[in-house]
């Protein structure tokens, strides 16, 4: 524990608000973004409460930056998911995957991003829609593709495909965090077959 306690003395600035980030995370996922606050960051951290002060000034700057960091960590899976294969149906099916595997290996950034999505509050909202917009035209210009290849059938365009598949994707990446132990092959099927029919991936 003196070891521990001796390394976070040695971190730089930004080390430390590096460190205090990802408590902050873990805190937003477990309290929720209208009720995590720098005096739990400051315990799970063994910091006092105005170090936490000293990195985020106030409440707002916390939420801003938390949320900017789960945009930040979202959108970078996003594109290394879409880089993964040229093929146009790999790559949606690369991205329907890695969202899944991040549920598993980094869920407190998808609870708070499922979090965020369905919360309408008036100081969050605005940062979420300007946020959904980068998914959103991610999306369309793969689905576009998937289309001018012949790979998608014909009918609604890229843009509207696009929203309705983000729309799904967080009733279906919500069951994976469901209490009732449904076992994770199963939803991974549903998600793939789920996906395969609203996008209109031909057979």
């Not at 002060?53 to 930056?65: D, G, I, P």
């Given at each position: 524990?003196?070891?521990?306690?001796?390394?976070?003395r040695r971190l730089n600035p930004s080390q430390r608000k590096r460190l205090l980030m990802e408590h902050a995370i873990k805190v937003f996922?477990?309290?929720?973004?209208?009720?995590?606050?720098?005096?739990?960051?400051?315990q799970i951290a063994g910091v006092s409460v105005a170090t936490v002060?000293?990195?985020?000034?106030?409440?707002?700057?916390?939420?801003?930056?938390v949320l900017e960091e789960v945009e930040s960590f979202l959108i970078k899976l996003s594109t290394q998911a879409l880089k993964k294969s040229r093929e146009p149906e790999e790559t949606l099916e690369a991205c329907i995957s890695t969202f899944l595997d991040a549920c598993h290996q980094n869920p407190d950034y998808i609870k708070i991003w499922?979090?965020?999505?369905?919360s309408v509050r008036e100081?969050?909202?605005?940062?979420?829609?300007a946020f959904q917009e980068r998914q959103l035209e991610l999306l369309t210009v793969q689905i576009s593709f998937a289309i001018n290849n012949d790979v998608l059938e014909p009918?609604?365009?890229a843009s509207d495909r696009a929203r309705w598949a983000l729309g799904n994707l967080h009733m279906l990446v919500s069951?994976?965090?469901?209490?009732?132990?449904?076992d994770q092959d199963e939803i991974r099927s549903l998600v793939n077959r789920g996906f395969r029919h609203i996008l209109g991936i031909k057979s």
């Open positions: 524990m003196h070891g521990e306690a001796e390394a976070r996922s477990r309290r929720g973004i209208g009720r995590a606050g720098h005096t739990e960051i400051a002060f000293n990195y985020f000034k106030t409440r707002e700057a916390l939420v801003e930056e499922l979090e965020w999505s369905s100081d969050t909202w605005p940062m979420y829609l009918g609604l365009p069951m994976v965090f469901s209490p009732d132990g449904t």
